[in-house]
T-cell receptor, first 112, second 115 residues
Framework: QKEVEQDPGPLSVPEGAIVSLNCTYSNSAFQYFMWYRQYSRKGPELLMYTYSSGNKEDGRFTAQVDKSSKYISLFIRDSQPSDSATYLC????????????FGKGTMLLVSP | EAGVAQSPRYKIIEKRQSVAFWCNPISGHATLYWYQQILGQGPKLLIQFQNNGVVDDSQLPKDRFSAERLKGVDSTLKIQPAKLEDSAVYLCASSLSGQGRYGYTFGSGTRLTVV
């Protein structure tokens, strides 16, 4: 079983739709959860960062973590064509020199 | 703040040739990472440096890949000899501390095609 599972998509939605992106992870030692956005031919950029279970909101973006189910989600409200990108979930253990483990990424296409 | 700089942006080489990539991290970032991203996959860590020392190179194919970080700043990643399966984007990232929980800043990557 891979450490992080993510549906690669693509996910196509019309402008204005609510988007839900999801990842599952296998190891309960992971405590930090991030979402990165990657535009074509660019490096990933940090979008959201969460630690605890629950929701974290930043503008149109909401990150949700359910540690009991080992399930993380990213919701995008009022999606825009500029949101079209690949969204990567990333997880990290709790302490020490730790590296990020990435999911495969979900490609999102928002049509005008 | 200037971002993570990488060069070249693109490289095409024949199999069995050698190639080198360069990375200049954000000033003051002690930790530097090289990731390999194959098309359709998430980034996979190759090597992590803390200043100029190696913290994790467990997934670096050491028979063909090598990396160094000069004076704890710039870094180079080399492949010799290249194989077809090395075709990927090589991403360099840096962070203030060695802990992934604070996120990284990535460069735009070097896209390598091995033919």
């Amino acid at each position: 079983q891979k450490e992080v599972e993510q549906d690669p998509g693509p996910l196509s939605v019309p402008e204005g739709a609510i988007v839900s992106l999801n990842c599952t992870y296998s190891n309960s030692a992971f405590q930090y959860f991030m979402w990165y956005r990657q535009y074509s031919r660019k490096g990933p950029e940090l979008l959201m960062y969460t630690y605890s279970s629950g929701n974290k909101e930043d503008g149109r973006f909401t990150a949700q973590v359910d540690k009991s189910s080992k399930y993380i989600s990213l919701f995008i409200r009022d999606s825009q064509p500029s949101d079209s990108a690949t969204y990567l979930c990333a997880i990290s253990p709790s302490s020490g020199y730790s590296t990020l483990t990435f999911g495969k990424g979900t490609m999102l296409l928002v049509s005008p | 703040e200037a971002g993570v700089a990488q060069s070249p942006r693109y490289k095409i080489i024949e199999k069995r040739q050698s190639v080198a990539f360069w990375c200049n991290p954000i000033s003051g970032h002690a930790t530097l990472y090289w990731y390999q991203q194959i098309l359709g996959q998430g980034p996979k860590l190759l090597i992590q440096f803390q200043n100029n020392g190696v913290v994790d190179d467990s997934q670096l194919p050491k028979d063909r890949f090598s990396a160094e970080r000069l004076k704890g700043v710039d870094s180079t990643l080399k492949i010799q000899p290249a194989k077809l399966e090395d075709s990927a984007v090589y991403l360099c990232a840096s962070s203030l501390s060695g802990q992934g929980r604070y996120g990284y800043t990535f460069g735009s990557g070097t896209r390598l095609t091995v033919v």
